[in-house]
């Protein structure tokens, strides 16, 4: 997150990596799993129901009290399933109705959607991201993007470009699986924040990097923000692109905002950055008491 995508993103095997320096744009949606098919046995003990005779169900003939023995055990084996599969379906989905909610389900509703940002915004390409890499920078400060931290439970990003220009904004959610390793997530960040003032991935370079004041939220335990210039693009072209990079930790979940902008846009990406990273904070209270409760975070929806 760290560092911003290029101004004109880079086909994705080029495009800047994710992660604080450490985090960053884009991500694809789930697949969900699919399990067994559903629905009752179906009993097959050799004899055609078709024609069987009334003769089945005297109690003097034995083979036809066996069969009825048999059809007996097997409806009720059926009638065992069924409600097993219905409990079963209960249990997973939290009550009713409904899709299960968890804390990876909760990453994918909180970043915010096109029409959450306001007006005179477009999906960008890609629109999402859910890849499970950090951003780390070399000795040299080249940028790389290696698999996520252990103890990484989801990650997953939502970008816009500003209509009519390819200026970028983005905001993400990573889920951990405990505090301590969301805590480490952000100690690492910090540790890069000023550590190489250039960096640079492929052709695009940024300078200026450095530590930003962190905007007033609330319901954070820690936030740290980032600042820096876009000085060459991913095909080499020159650009002066300031950005804006935040990010805030509530418990094991993480939050952050990219705001890149023209020459003179600082203040106004200062402020719209912090006023999206609360945005994303009232979103991640709202998934998590759905959780509990069964249903998704406000303005959660299935538009990807």
């Not at 990573?174 to 805590?183: I, K, L």
């Not at 650009?239 to 890149?260: E, I, M």
Request: proline share 10%; net charge negative.
């Amino acid at each position: 997150m760290s560092t911003p995508s290029p101004a004109e993103p880079p086909s994705r095997p080029q495009r800047p990596p994710k992660g604080p320096l450490r985090d960053g744009p884009e991500g694809a949606p789930d697949e969900p799993a699919e399990g067994p098919p559903e629905g009752p046995l179906t009993p097959r003990d050799g004899a055609s129901d078709e024609g069987a005779g009334p003769e089945r169900e005297h109690p003097a003939d034995p083979a036809g009290a066996s069969r009825n023995r048999r059809r007996l055990v097997l409806a009720v084996a059926a009638g065992v399933l069924v409600v097993a599969g219905v409990v079963l379906a209960v249990v997973l989905t939290g009550g009713g109705g409904g899709e299960a909610h968890t804390p990876e389900s909760a990453a994918h509703e909180v970043p915010l959607q096109v029409d959450d940002w306001g007006g005179g915004y477009q999906r960008a390409e890609p629109y999402t991201d859910e890849e499970l890499t950090e951003l780390q920078l070399t000795p040299d400060c080249l940028i790389l993007a290696p698999k996520a931290r252990p103890g990484t439970r989801a990650s997953f990003s939502r970008r816009v470009w500003v209509d009519g220009t390819r200026r970028t904004r983005f905001s993400a959610a990573r889920v951990f699986e405990d505090e301590a390793t969301a805590r480490g997530f952000m100690e690492d960040y910090l540790a890069t924040l000023d550590s190489c003032p250039e960096r640079h991935f492929g052709q695009a370079r940024w300078t200026g990097v450095h530590a930003a004041p962190v905007p007033k939220v609330t319901g954070f335990d820690q936030v740290l923000a980032e600042e820096g210039v876009q000085t060459v693009g991913a095909t080499g072209g020159p650009l002066a692109l300031p950005y804006v990079s935040v990010y805030g930790r509530d418990g094991d979940t993480v939050l952050s905002v990219f705001a890149q902008g023209d020459r003179g846009d600082a203040d106004a990406l200062r402020t719209l950055a912090g006023e999206k990273l609360q945005d994303l904070q009232k979103r991640l209270a709202a998934a998590r008491k759905g959780q509990a409760a069964g249903v998704g975070a406000p303005g959660a929806g299935a538009s990807g």
